[in-house]
């Protein structure tokens, strides 16, 4: 076998190995694991010339052929032409799946069908506008001038690495000596363990270690990683000798190879005490439903009322109520969870995840192991994207005890199955929402009513609930609002936290019941929600007792709305408003960053085939820059012996462009480029503290952490030097950096913080032009425009990458994507064939628009942007498609076999 023009020197393939498998056992770490089914593209290669998914591609059968990688795509250390072009277009985010396109973008013939090309191969955070630029040819990278980077189309600093297969996920590294991790998992949704058997597991030759309830500590924890750890109900142990889902883990067994400990899985014997299951939240709470945890399956509650909503209802001239069902969704992160652990050569415990929280992960581990924090150290690598599903700890726990017990490195990697059946989905909710308005349009009442279903463990469950039921009803003015929702244990897979934390599933009926409200009233719904949304000064009002903490500190959401009306249809006139809200002004312009969907030049897209029927729909969504409670995050700029700076930040980089914005805010506080500034991150070692990657926190708290931290350092580099600024590698007028590096006698070095203390709201606004083929139920996007308001933009390519992988996400949701769990609460859609990610061909380009605004508590007057573009998105598509069929779709995803059955419904009942 020929590997990257080498002949391989190294054992033969195993029988049965894949190719996939056989290629990293030999160090080319860029061929990936996203699926082990051929579904994703992320192990793609060279097979003499033709691109294969190693996955599927028995190793054995390239023993005479020429293999190529990522590794070896290019010629004499030269970048091969579609590397440059990724690299260029920056047609990548977390970058996990990127090897996998280049290897299958530089295979294709000129003029071949690109989606049909494609369909093998899924990207989860780009949403495909920027794999389309790269095979196109379109550079989107500007260079940064020294001190001037904000607002700079600045590429990531990994991109030269991750076009080439030289960047480092979690599990790509050797390490001598390695043992696997394999689980035995529950195959009942409620069960008590009356035995397990573990002799001939232990006998299976190569096993080391099994680990059952027997042998775990007693220690209840959550998964969920937040600051205050008390947010969530500590209702997990290690192991449990009760299970409450089918796929929870049972046993844990490691061997010297993964075969061994599959083998020794099989191997083990549980007799089981099966006991009453509940699937339903509704039927959980009722009295005589099984019991999950302690004396009721409810886990939070949040009940409270602002005014007087009955007397609302009495002054409504229109009202409204629906019930409203989202379904669960899965994060489908191209790389899986799982952990490396090892003792280091001072005996303490390290591990290396794909987490976005190593310090809330160390913290979790110290008490549930009962070791000090001096003795842990957790880091990641590049993460393979995250959308809020690493903010758990679901294989940290286990791979540390086995590395305690048997002394030696130990791997736990799950499987694609094992993330969709055994990790946190997106909580399921049922909202009832009624609403009223007068004839003018002002709201008089809203009623809320919402259920979510927590799975069989509380991670995250109370707070996605509250969070939910914020902002969605906050970002309206109304008098009169009352909330009564519960989160709720059932007997099913745990949800957690996923994009949006709530607000895309409550968002989604309030924004229906209003579009609906501003039918009943003749009124334009981009007109109804200028008469109703939140202004400045204004207070942010909603049932519950929420933090103080949470202002507007900057307004853009009537520049999105404005940008939302330039593209709308004209409606009739409507009845002028008796309040004294104004219209949206005209938005500024030269705020458009990108192209239409299916764009004819018109600015409304592409036309309509004939018969089918044409409508528009908008919504719009608020959320806050990062969880109550504080948010912390630590930053230390030193400057370097060579006259570079470093900076060491906690945040993990997992594609949410927070790592090159870290760089941009560093060097315009330093005078100098990014380029000149290495940055050190998501490691326990590095800074003190950082909360973690999570609640949109990236820019907002740590970039402020990174701020301050640079600024004292400019400050510390003049007073040595005497000097007035800085440029890029020098004191104006005085030494270079590296002279002054020389002649003092302890690095130059500054710490910054930020608590994450008050908070600001960012805004976001859809909207969409849509077609229905009556006689299939197709649904086509002719026109998607989405509207941000992000304060200062840090760096217009990031945050146009955010903004469409965060539409295209909300697009799978609305469209396609649905985690189904059958009678016995096992879940059905264990891979991605039968889940149905949203492929290349499947996503329309995103206008995008931005408003001119400037955050006063953002750093450098910069607002969140990661999570938030989710939320509008499919209430903007139920409009469209409430506005095409007359039809009031209440329950996603849209597919097409529900929409065509909706239509002839409503054919046969008018």
């Not at 083998?263 to 089981?272: K, P, Y």
């Not at 005490?273 to 019991?291: N, R, S, T």
């Not at 415990?349 to 000090?372: E, G, I, K, M, N």
């Not at 462009?657 to 070692?685: E, K, Y």
């Amino acid at each position: 076998m020929i590997v990257n023009g080498s002949p391989v020197d190294g054992p033969p393939p195993r029988p049965g190995q894949c190719l996939r498998t056989y290629l990293r056992s030999l160090g080319h770490f860029g061929v990936k694991k996203g699926c082990d089914t051929g579904d994703c593209g992320a192990c793609t290669v060279h097979v003499d010339g033709v691109p294969v998914h190693s996955c599927v591609y028995p190793a054995f059968r390239a023993s005479d052929r020429s293999i190529t990688t990522i590794e070896g795509l290019g010629a004499g250390g030269d970048l091969h032409p579609v590397q440059q072009r990724f690299l260029e277009a920056q047609g990548f985010q977390c970058g996990f799946c990127t090897a996998g396109y280049i290897m299958t973008a530089a295979a294709l013939p000129s003029g071949l069908d690109r989606a049909r090309a494609l369909k093998g191969s899924l990207c989860r955070c780009t949403g495909y506008r920027a794999i389309a630029d790269a095979l196109d040819g379109v550079c989107n990278v500007d260079p940064a001038r020294p001190g001037h980077a904000v607002g700079a189309g600045v590429g990531a600093p990994a991109g030269p690495v991750i076009v080439t297969g030289a960047e480092r996920y979690t599990f790509d590294l050797d390490i001598p000596g390695l043992l696997h991790l394999k689980v035995v998992r529950s195959p009942h949704a409620h069960a008590r363990i009356r035995s397990i058997d573990t002799s001939a597991a232990s006998a299976v030759p190569g096993v080391r270690l099994v680990l059952t309830h027997h042998d775990v500590p007693a220690t209840l924890y959550s998964t969920a990683q937040h600051e205050h750890a008390s947010e969530d109900p500590a209702d997990t142990r290690l192991l449990d000798d009760t299970v409450r889902f089918a796929g929870q883990r049972v046993a844990a067994v490691v061997a010297s190879s993964e075969a061994a400990a599959e083998e020794g899985c099989r191997a083990l014997r549980v007799e089981w005490e099966v006991l009453p299951a509940v699937f339903d939240p509704v039927a959980a709470m009722a009295p005589g439903a099984p019991l999950l945890h302690g004396d009721t399956n409810v886990v939070g509650r949040l009940r409270d009322e602002l005014g007087d909503v009955a007397a609302g209802f009495a002054a409504g001239a229109a009202e409204f109520e629906a019930v409203f069902r989202t379904p669960r969704v899965q994060h489908a992160a191209l790389e899986t969870h799982g952990s490396v652990g090892w003792l280091d050569d001072d005996g303490r415990l390290v591990v290396r995840s794909s987490t976005q929280t190593p310090f809330l992960t160390r913290r979790a581990l110290c008490r549930v192991l009962d070791l000090p924090p001096s003795a842990v150290r957790v880091l990641t690598g590049r993460v393979g994207g995250g959308f809020g599903g690493k903010q758990e700890m679901l294989t940290e726990d286990l791979v540390a005890l086995a590395v305690l017990r048997t002394g030696s490195p130990v791997k736990w990697e799950f499987t694609r199955a094992e993330q969709f059946t055994a990790a946190t989905t997106r909580h399921a909710f049922t909202v009832r929402l009624r609403a009223a308005a007068a004839a003018d349009g002002t709201l008089t009442a809203m009623d809320l009513e919402a259920v979510s279903d927590t799975g069989a463990y509380g991670n995250h469950g109370p707070a996605v609930l509250f969070h939910g039921c914020h902002e969605s009803l906050a970002v309206y003015r109304c008098p009169n609002k009352r909330t009564d929702a519960h989160a709720v244990y059932t007997n099913t897979v745990p949800a957690g936290a996923f994009r949006g934390y709530g607000l895309g599933q409550v968002s989604f009926a309030v924004e229906s019941v209003l579009d609906e409200l501003a039918r009943a009233l003749s009124l334009d719904p981009i007109t109804f929600r200028e008469r109703n949304v939140v202004r400045p000064g204004e207070p942010l009002t909603a049932p519950g007792d929420h933090a103080d903490d949470l202002t507007i500190a900057s307004y853009g959401l009537d520049q999105c709305l404005s940008h939302l009306r330039s593209h709308a249809a004209p409606r009739p006139s409507t009845p002028p408003s008796s309040s004294s809200v104004p219209p949206s002004p005209p938005a500024p312009s030269g705020v458009v960053i990108g192209g239409g969907a299916l764009s004819d030049g018109s600015g409304r897209g592409a036309e309509a085939p004939s018969g089918w029927l044409v409508g528009e729909g908008m919504a719009i969504a608020m959320i806050a820059a990062g969880p109550p409670g504080g948010h912390f995050a630590d930053a230390v700029a030193t400057l370097r012996p060579d006259g570079t700076y470093e900076l060491a930040v906690g945040t993990a980089e997992f594609g949410n462009g927070s790592t090159t914005v870290h760089a941009q805010i560093a060097a315009d506080a330093l005078g100098t480029t990014p380029d000149r500034i290495t940055i050190r991150q998501s490691d326990t070692d590095v800074v003190p503290h950082d909360t973690g990657a999570f609640a949109s926190t990236g820019v907002v708290v740590a970039g402020k952490a990174v701020l301050h931290a640079a600024r004292a350092l400019r400050v510390q580099i003049l007073d040595a030097s005497g000097g007035t600024d800085l440029t890029a590698d020098a004191v104006t007028d005085g030494p270079t950096l590296k002279e002054l590096a020389a002649r003092t006698p302890h690095p130059l070095r500054a710490e910054g913080h930020w608590a994450g203390s008050p908070r600001s709201v960012a805004f976001n606004a859809h909207w969409f032009r849509i077609a229905v083929d009556p006689r299939t139920g197709e649904l086509r996007i002719l026109s998607s425009v989405h509207s941000a308001d992000a304060g200062t933009v840090m760096n217009p390519l990031q945050i146009r990458g955010q903004i469409e992988g965060g539409v295209a996400q909300a697009i799978g949701a609305a469209l396609s994507e649905h985690v189904d769990i059958n009678p016995e609460g096992h879940v059905t859609t264990a891979g991605f064939r039968q889940y149905h990610l949203p492929t290349f061909a499947d996503i329309p380009r995103t206008e995008v628009h931005l408003a001119h605004t400037d955050d006063t508590i953002g750093p450098l007057g910069a607002k969140s942007m990661s999570e938030s573009p989710f939320n509008p998105v499919a209430p903007a598509l139920a409009n469209a498609l409430r506005d095409a069929t007359g039809i009031r779709f209440t329950d996603p995803p849209f597919t097409r076999d529900r929409i065509w059955l909706a239509l002839s419904r409503h054919a046969d009942h008018p």
